[in-house]
Each structure stands twice: as C-alpha cells, then as structure tokens.
C-alpha cells in the first residue's frame, strides 16, 4: 500500500513557528489516517527549529531558487536559517525515499511546504507566485506535490500510482 507524506501541521500538531497546528479535516485524511497510509513530518522542525520560532520568508523568489543557492529564507528578525530549511527539506526527502513515497500533501503558502503560493519575502502579506523548499526538492525528485486544498486530486494521483505498482508487479 503506497504512503503518503503530509505536513505534520495539517494533521493538528501544533508545529508551527507560532505554536499552532493548521488542522485540516477532511474524509480523504481520516481515510489514509485509518488505512496506515500517512507518514507526518515538520519539515523545520525536524531540521532542529524551535516551536514557537520567527516567521521566515523566501527572500524574493521561491523554493527552487534557494535550492540554486540564489536566494535565502530569512527570519523577520534578520536571521538567515537557509541551511535549517535545507536540512528539513532533505529530511523530508530521506522519509519519502525510505517509504518509496510518490505523493506528498503540503501546506500552502510555507515557505518550507508551499505547492504553488509562497509568502513574497517582505513580510507584508502579499503571496506570490511559487513553491517553498521542501516542495521545489520534493518535486525536483519526482514526486507529485499537492496543498491541503487539492486532495481529491492527490487521491486520484495515489490510486493512479497503485494501480502502477500493481500493473508492474512491484510489491512495496
Ligand atoms: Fe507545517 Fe510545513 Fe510549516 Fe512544518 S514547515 S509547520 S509542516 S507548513
């Protein structure tokens, strides 16, 4: 039965870098949750950051380009935590590699999980276009990264590569 990776937030851990979950109910969830489907992690959290922490931007651009080493995340106090979104976004992978993962359902619009909408970098609210970290490596690896707001489709794209395994042969 193939996994999936979900935002520890979204599942109610109070994970956030101000201290809060961003619980999302939904049947599709309590169906992978009672089928032994979900594999959780923060991201940040499991790079070492601390619960609460600062709220941190993409400093003017988007997940894939702090991957390149073109641009940083920045905490709103000035401090540069590329390296813990880095590590996070790494732990992630390591977790969806270990567990042959091939669908992911993140957080919209974090600066670590965010599938198409990041926050612009200048803590004023605004959303731009863009993914966040772990999104851009995850992706870059092959898996299909979906938001909370898209799990009709991220079911559809988990059955679709059941039905794959199944037609392949490969058992996991
Ligand atoms: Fe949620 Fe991802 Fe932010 Fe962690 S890094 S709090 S899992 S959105």
Redesign the pocket.
């Known amino acids: 039965m193939n996994k999936v990776l979900i935002?520890?937030?979204?599942l109610g851990?109070k994970?956030?870098?101000d201290g809060k979950?961003?619980f999302t109910s939904s049947d599709i969830l309590q169906e992978w949750i009672d089928k032994g489907r979900i594999i959780?992690?923060?991201?940040?959290?499991s790079s070492g950051m601390s619960i609460p922490r600062a709220p941190a931007e993409i400093n003017g651009g988007d997940g894939y380009d702090v991957l390149e080493g073109i641009i940083s995340v920045m905490e709103n106090t000035g401090n540069n935590v590329t390296e813990d979104f880095l590590r996070?976004a790494n732990n992630a992978l390591k977790l969806c590699k270990a567990n042959e993962i091939t669908v992911a359902v993140?957080?919209e619009?974090?600066?670590?999980?965010?599938s198409s909408s990041v926050y612009s970098g200048d803590f004023s609210g605004r959303k731009v276009n863009g993914v966040?970290v772990?999104a851009a490596l995850l992706t870059s690896n092959g898996i299909k990264v979906f938001s909370q707001h898209q799990l009709t489709e991220a079911n559809k794209s988990l059955a679709l590569s059941e039905e794959y395994h199944e037609i392949c042969g490969i058992s996991y």
């Open positions: 935002s520890a937030c979204l851990d994970v956030r870098y979950s961003l959780s992690i923060c991201p940040e959290v996070g993140l957080a619009f974090s600066p670590s999980c965010g966040g772990t």
